[in-house]
C-alpha cells in the first residue's frame, strides 16, 4: 500500500469533531496537540507522513504492527530502532511507544491518516482519500484534481494508497461521500445482477 499526499487548494467538508472520534482520531488528536504545544506541529505531521510511506512500503513493518502473536515489548523495541535508525525525533518514537504499549500497533496506520486529515481540517482542505490498483501517474493526479474540483472540491489534500485487489480503477472518499468506479466493484454488481435475472 503506497500512500503519496498532494495538496492544492476550498473549504472542508470533513468537520475536525467527526475525524477526531474513535480510537485513531484520539490519539491523532493527542498528538497533534501535543506537537502544537510544544512547537513542534510541523516537523512532526512531516514525520507522521514519511512513517506512512515506511509502513506502506515495507511489508516486514506491517509485520510487526499487526502480527499479534509478538512481544509487545518485542514490537515497541523494533519499532524504535526503525524510527531511530530514520532519524525521527523523540517526540514521535514516544507517542509511537506508547501507541506500542497500549496494544494498538495495529491501527497505527489509521493513527497518522486520522492525524493526516486533523491537520487537513484545521488547514480548511477537503481530504479525498483515493484507493487504486496501481500508483497514480501526474497525469492521472491533474485529471482526479480537475474531476474532484469539477466536483466543488478545489482545495484539496490527496491522500494515496495502492490496494492490487481493485483490479483496476479507484476508490475515492471524500468526507462521507464514497466515488468507487474499482473494476472489483463493476464485477461485483455484474455478478449480483446476473444472479437477479437468472
Given at each position: 500500500?503506497?500512500k ?14 467527526s ?21 513542534e ?5 512531516e ?9 506502506d512500503g ?22 524504535d ?37 486533523i ?10 482519500d ?9 497525469l492521472q ?7 474532484l474540483a469539477?466536483?466543488?472540491?478545489s ?18 472518499r ?8 474499482s ?5 461485483t ?9 437468472a
Amino acid at each position: 500500500m503506497e500512500k503519496r499526499t498532494v495538496d492544492s487548494g476550498g473549504t472542508t467538508s470533513i468537520p475536525i469533531a467527526s475525524i477526531a472520534n474513535g480510537l485513531p482520531g484520539r490519539y491523532a488528536t493527542a498528538l497533534y496537540e501535543l506537537a502544537a504545544e510544544r512547537r513542534e506541529l510541523d516537523p512532526v505531521l512531516e514525520q507522521a507522513s514519511r512513517l506512512v510511506e515506511l509502513i506502506d512500503g515495507n511489508a516486514d513493518l506491517r509485520t510487526v504492527l499487526t502480527d499479534r502473536t509478538l512481544d509487545i515489548r518485542a514490537s515497541a523495541r523494533a519499532m524504535d530502532a526503525v524510527l531511530a535508525a530514520e532519524g525521527f525525533n523523540s517526540l514521535m518514537r514516544d507517542f509511537v511507544g506508547v501507541v506500542a504499549n497500549n496494544r494498538r500497533l495495529p491501527r497505527l496506520r489509521d493513527i497518522l491518516a486520522a492525524l493526516a486529515a486533523i491537520a487537513a481540517g484545521r488547514r480548511g482542505e477537503v481530504v479525498a482519500d483515493v484507493v487504486s490498483a496501481h500508483a497514480l501517474t501526474d497525469l492521472q493526479r491533474v485529471q482526479l484534481r480537475s474531476r474532484l474540483a469539477e466536483a466543488g472540491y478545489s482545495k484539496v489534500n490527496i491522500q494515496e494508497r495502492v490496494d492490487a485487489e481493485l483490479l483496476g480503477g479507484l476508490v475515492v472518499r471524500v468526507g462521507a461521500r464514497l466515488y468507487d468506479t474499482s473494476l472489483r466493484s463493476r464485477l461485483t454488481r455484474l455478478h449480483h445482477a446476473m444472479k437477479g435475472a437468472a
